[in-house]
């Protein structure tokens, strides 16, 4: 049994590690650990509870917003409309949650749920969906593993509260992307009400202790922002692939996305090299001179070399000096069930998945 | 044929030129800034204007960092009275839920959420609130607090704030402080609610930096026309400048950069202006300093005002160079202002980084001083580590790997290479020590629109039309002559997360002033 409480530094931490998770999309989770952090003021410190902590019948119930970042950050919600969604979610299942939990560990909607469970007086559990950050509803280890995604309850800010019942959890994207838009580009959600035995069978497990540890290292770096990231890739088995220097940003929006790639020139003993990271919200791939270096869905994610805190894709910009860090993703998701739902081919990418320290081996 | 007065206020000096209608500089000069500031504005007025010009002086253009000072030492800020129209959205993180205590317990007045705002598309988020915002203007009057309207998508749709204002001033009077958050920040609700709340608390420095300023105009050379440069390196008039002093926030760096400019003919390059105890590095795009693209903190609040976007470097003319345990350093101390006494050039004891450069032979001073005497290969390594901070913060700024020019202005510009960064070739025009007054004293008069649009709906080309006819609209307003005005700045910015491929379309126009020339 592990508990620990989370309270206004350690969602300093959570908002930093979860940028690292988010690799370069995810959503700015600083609107989200403000949110928590004003609940948690309010209410007192969230407990953070191990996977195992839940009974099988215990119902757990992801909490998030979905739409753009761009729109949460300025048409901040109420705050009583993910109570709201959360409990019409409950309603549905004629049961009471004992426990919130993350979509997503990396970007903003690893900070959301803490505001809730404040606020419900209802622990967080320390796992996810993603082990990191995807855009969409079915790219998610439960759906993975075949459990629905609904019944899902969107809520905005007026009050209103939308019940979906879908045949899969692509149609929960489909139908909630749609809602979503209509209801001014952001909403906030509940969902993926689960059996405390199914969620432990199928969650990512630990993920949110990790983006604490994360964020703890990074973000008393200072000056040292390459012993912290020396010590971070140790930490998670992860390789610094590539460093250098911004030299081209490309962007364009294409079916709701922000697409693009982000050229890097070698620095140091990489000089005569080149890096190509492409994005769509999130990082997608790493090429370098003409070979792949990594891609989705493991994590790639790029660090600020002075400060070493995580870059997200709106800010990177020519000059820049960075780290390209490769993070090994969840095992679930290097399995044939995982690529189905998160693989490179589910981002129209023409790339055979192969993990990113297969590809280092072999170079 | 008549004349203008540009003044620059820095932290060091207050330096003032005086141009004719050509834009010409006739008078210069440097004097220290002092601690009641405008004493120093007088000596640096009395200076250019003697001998008496022939011709009459008919406009004075200020810049002044006094609006930074007070929020960072936290001196002559108001309460102020938030108006927030979002409710219910927004109600989840409260007005300064990121602030650090000293600031709020200087700026925190009264607070109301009220119905209102807009959604991305600017439609109604719900209708405004207009009795509360009217109860919430009667309570700002009667504790004689400045008012900050902040709403959902102000950005792209202000009518909301503007029916607020108008109510506000007809609950607590026409003279009551009122600031809009659509004048002040862009998109990112809270970082712009906390910039629309330092304006309003900054409303009674500027109103008494504003008059003094005035007074000492008028009475040195009878102008009453004054205007203030803001921090995209344009200007403002007087009443302006006092309902939205945060828009002086950060002047000083953008007169610079466009006296940099109109010095040396380059419109889009590179501007290193080298002071006593730090480098500033900016880019200027069509003769403009390109803005800063991210939040900007100040005093420790995160705001997003428009800033210029600028690298302040720790190295500047009077930076000192040591040699400790075998190790050359340099800085990040200075000795500032007092370099022309302690630098040994000078004939005091410290090496500085002006010595360094003096005794390689590599820059001459205006003023000729004996060649200090050091030891080589200290200065070379002292020169190789000044020369590494300088290319990283030229690296950090510039936008591509081709070829650019760096203007150098600021006293300390001479000791520049001419070449840095493998091919950003350094030109040092005439008057480099006084560019930032220069740049006060030519500056032009804006306008700007910041929207997100949803791209489909109409044709692309009407919508991008519509947003440059309306930033121009708008420099006119504020003073342009209107046959003048053009765009200076296309910004279009994808945003994530929403189909309907939405696009955020930022605009600015300028132009010279209608009058006063």
Known sequence: ????????????????????????????????????????????????????????DDLVIAAAMMGAPSVIVEKIPNGAELVAAFQAVEQACEARAAAVMCIEAGGINS?????????????????????????????VSFAAYGLPATPMAIADEHGNVTLLRTTSAEWAERLGRALVVAEGGASVLAQYPLRGLDFKRTAIRGTLSLALEIGAGLRGAGRQGNVAIESLTHRLRGAVIFHGKVVQVQRETAGGFVRGAVVIEGLDTRADSRCEVTFQNENLVAIADGSILAS????????????????????????????????????????EIGLAKAGPRCFGLDVEYVPFEQRLAAR | MSLRIGVDIGGTNTDAVLVNSADRVVARAKTPTTPDVVSGIRAALAEVLTPAPLEPVVAAMLGTTQCTNAVVERRGLRSVAIMRLGAPATAAVPPFADWPDDLRQAVSGHVALVHGGHDFTGQELAPLGEDDVRRAAATAAELSMPIAIVGVFSAVNPEHERRAAEICAEEAGVDHSISMSSMVGSIGFLERENATILNAALTEVARLATTSFESAVHSACGVKTCYFTQNDGTLMALDYARRYPSLMLASGPANSMRGGAYLSGVMNGLVVDVGGTTTDIGILVNGFPREAPFVIEIGGVRTNFRMPDVVSLPLGGGTVVRREAGKVTVGPDSVGYRLTQEGLAFGGGQTTFTDVVLSLGRADLDVPVPRPSLEHNLAEKAYRVALEVLERGVQRMRPSADPLTGIGVGGGSVLLPECLDGNVEVVRPDDYAVANAIGAAISEVSGSVDRIVAIGARAMEAIRDEVRQEAIAQAVAAGARSAAARIVLWEEIPIAYLPGNAVRLRAKAAGPLAHAR
């Not at chain 1, 508990?3 to 999309?25: H, N, S």
């Not at chain 1, 600083?30 to 407990?47: D, N």
């Open chain 1, 1 to 56: 049994m592990s508990r620990r409480l989370i309270g206004l530094p350690e969602l300093e931490d959570l908002a930093i590690g979860a940028a690292v998770l988010g690799t370069g999309g995810g959503g700015d989770p600083y609107v989200g650990k403000l949110w928590a952090q004003g609940r948690i003021h309010a209410r007192g410190p969230v407990e953070l509870i191990d996977a195992d902590d839940l009974a099988d």
């Open chain 1, 111 to 139: 900070t959301i749920p803490f505001a809730l469970a404040a606020d419900l007086g209802l622990p967080v559990v320390d796992a996810d969906g993603m082990g990191r950050a995807f855009p969409e509803v079915q790219m």
């Open chain 1, 296 to 335: 989705v869905p493991d994590l790639i994610t790029l660090l600020e070399e002075e400060s070493a805190h995580p870059v997200t894709t709106e800010r990177l910009r020519f000059g820049m000096r960075v780290y390209v860090l490769a993070l090994p993703c969840a095992p679930l998701w290097r399995e």
